[in-house]
């Protein structure tokens, strides 16, 4: 007997499976607040050398000068006709007070007494706390990197921890370390403390995002696994968009960290009410917990009657695995180890393109906030298009075909000029719609790609992969210095040759989920003339 048999019988979509994504919404909110946040804390506003040192010497006459006329003698400036960032004159230049060149000539030494910066838009970041700029810029992208190295690490040891002992114990893992840590990075007194905060941070995170969706995928039925998918991804869209309106309202890093942090309190209250996977208890033989979970499913979608027919000894039929599984079994048999293999370049393509331009909102003529709102917002139409498309033409289609769209509209923006600015952000914006319509489809077909009993071990493995392509995409865009135009050339590249390989993997549309690796290396035929009925089953 099936695990898709019994489901349709106590309800494969009903208020138990809303109650699910409901009890979920939050921390996939706070998701993206944490994954993008880097964006407003990390900020660099428009700042110079601070020349409160340099006429020391001058026998009082720098001090009788206006302020203006003190930039003008202590700071270069550049051809726009604004101070320098990063250099300042290595003593007071008067004579430019009567000729009024800009001192391009004037030797010129890096920034003595730290820098002066614009609050205007910024009360506090980390770029202003630390001095993260000039020499030390890197550091701001760096910060990113060791966040999403934390989720890398966390992907491969939930993924390992929630096939091993559930969903529901180690979801209540990830957020006591996400709350834990995250609060804590709100107190960081140094760059080197807040980097590994961080970094536990988003080991923590990594959890919650891979468990639910797993979680629920595996409690709905067949017809609607897409449903759940999209509604689960538009979640995160509602997460991204107040993050831009949160960060506008609160402009210091510390009070921001806190204040995306702080929903997943309640999150943990809920905690209590999220059901363990029944296909995870009875893939492990924990047949009366998974009845117990069951039954509490047929009454919520009032199918009592139904729930009864299915006793221990029907459940206990389910085939279980004789053995624990581990990531080794992603790679030991030839159409899995295929399959491991295709889903992490996919998975790291996606990630690594939705990142490099979810990372990089500047540019385009409009405040960061706006850029960031208007990304964000995109994001619910292409999840509502993709839904139609994913049962339309099917998941593989969807998946390469997203993909390639966003590398197009990527390489088209390289060749856009740059007076150009409104129709630069309008083909961005359509790119940044796209990559999250790839990402909506990778997480739900990669859930219906691998087998029940390593399913977590594989969102693990891919995860890993995707948080390798999120890791990177900070550092690809430092290439900029090298060559404006490097980044988007490599994150196009990307995209398009992991959207050419989604096109090597099987369709799952319409398809079970498979329970055993027997499934995917010795999969059953199905004729053309079968297919799914309401009630569950083939026929």
């Given at each position: 007997m099936m695990f898709e048999n019994i489901l349709e019988e106590v309800g494969g979509f009903g208020p138990f499976q809303i109650g699910i994504v409901v009890l979920l919404c939050v921390p996939r909110i706070v998701l993206p607040c944490h994954f993008l946040l880097n964006n407003f804390i990390a900020a660099s506003p428009p700042h110079r050398c601070d020349i409160g040192t340099l006429g020391a010497g001058g026998g009082g006459l720098f001090g009788?000068?206006?302020?203006?006329?003190?930039?003008?003698?202590?700071l270069p400036l550049r051809e726009d006709g604004a101070p320098k960032s990063c250099e300042m004159f290595a003593e007071p230049q008067f004579q430019l007070l009567a000729n009024g060149s800009a001192g391009a000539d004037l030797p010129t030494v890096p920034c003595r007494s730290g820098w002066v910066y614009d609050n205007s838009t910024f009360a506090a970041t980390l770029t202003t706390e630390w001095d993260l700029v000039c020499d030390r810029k890197s550091l701001i992208q760096t910060t990113s990197s060791i966040f999403f190295l934390g989720?890398?690490?966390g992907a491969v040891t939930f993924g390992f921890l929630c096939d091993k002992y559930g969903r529901k114990k180690t979801l209540l893992a990830s957020y006591v370390i996400s709350i834990a840590f995250g609060f804590a990075s709100a107190f960081a007194n140094s760059y080197v403390a807040f980097a590994v905060l961080r970094f536990i941070t988003g080991f923590g995170l990594t959890g919650i995002s891979i468990n639910a969706v797993v979680l629920g995928i595996e409690w709905v039925d067949t017809r609607h696994r897409s449903c759940i998918g999209v509604i689960g991804g538009l979640s995160w869209s509602v997460g991204n968009m107040l993050l831009a309106g949160l960060a506008f309202m609160v402009n210091d890093w510390r009070t921001l960290i806190m204040v995306v942090t702080a929903p997943l309190g309640f999150a943990v209250l809920t905690w209590w009410w999220i059901p363990e996977s029944a296909r995870w208890l009875l893939a492990h033989g924990k047949v009366e917990n998974a009845q117990f979970y069951l039954d509490k499913c047929a009454k919520f979608n009032k199918r009592q009657k139904v729930a009864s027919k299915f006793k221990l000894e029907t459940l206990s039929n389910i085939e279980k695995p004789d053995k624990s599984y581990n990531y080794l079994h992603l790679v030991k048999t030839p159409k899995m180890r295929?399959?491991?293999?295709?889903?992490?370049?996919?998975?790291f393509g996606v990630a690594s393109t939705y990142y490099g331009i979810s990372l990089n909102i500047g540019g385009f003529g409009l405040n960061i906030y706006l850029t960031h709102f208007i990304y964000a917002a995109v994001e619910v139409p292409a999840k509502l298009l993709i839904y139609v498309f994913l049962n339309l033409v099917g998941r593989k289609k969807c998946q390469a075909g997203t993909l390639l769209l966003t590398g197009t509209c990527i390489v088209a923006n390289i060749f856009i000029p740059q007076g150009l600015w409104h129709v630069r952000a309008v083909v961005a914006v359509v790119g940044k719609g796209l990559s999250e319509a790839s990402f909506t489809t990778v997480f739900l077909y990669t859930t219906e790609l691998y087998p029940t009993v390593?399913?977590?071990?594989?969102?693990?493995?891919?995860?890993?992969?995707?948080?390798?392509?999120?890791?990177?995409?900070?550092?690809?865009?430092?290439?900029?210095?090298?060559?404006?135009?490097?980044?988007?050339?490599?994150i196009c590249s990307v995209a398009i040759v992991s959207g050419l390989v989604a096109l090597l993997l099987p369709e799952t549309m319409d398809a079970r989920l498979p329970e055993?690796?027997?499934?995917?290396?010795?999969?059953?035929?199905?004729?053309?003339?079968?297919?799914?009925?309401?009630?569950g089953g083939i026929k």
């Open positions: 009788n000068l206006t302020g203006e006329q003190r930039l003008t003698v202590g989720l890398m690490i295929r399959l491991t293999l295709l889903t992490g370049i996919v998975w390593v399913r977590q071990n594989a969102l693990g493995f891919n995860n890993f992969m995707s948080r390798l392509g999120v890791s990177v995409a900070p550092l690809i865009l430092l290439l900029e210095d090298v060559w404006p135009v490097l980044p988007q050339v490599i055993s690796i027997d499934d995917i290396e010795k999969p059953r035929s199905v004729k053309k003339k079968e297919r799914w009925t309401p009630r």
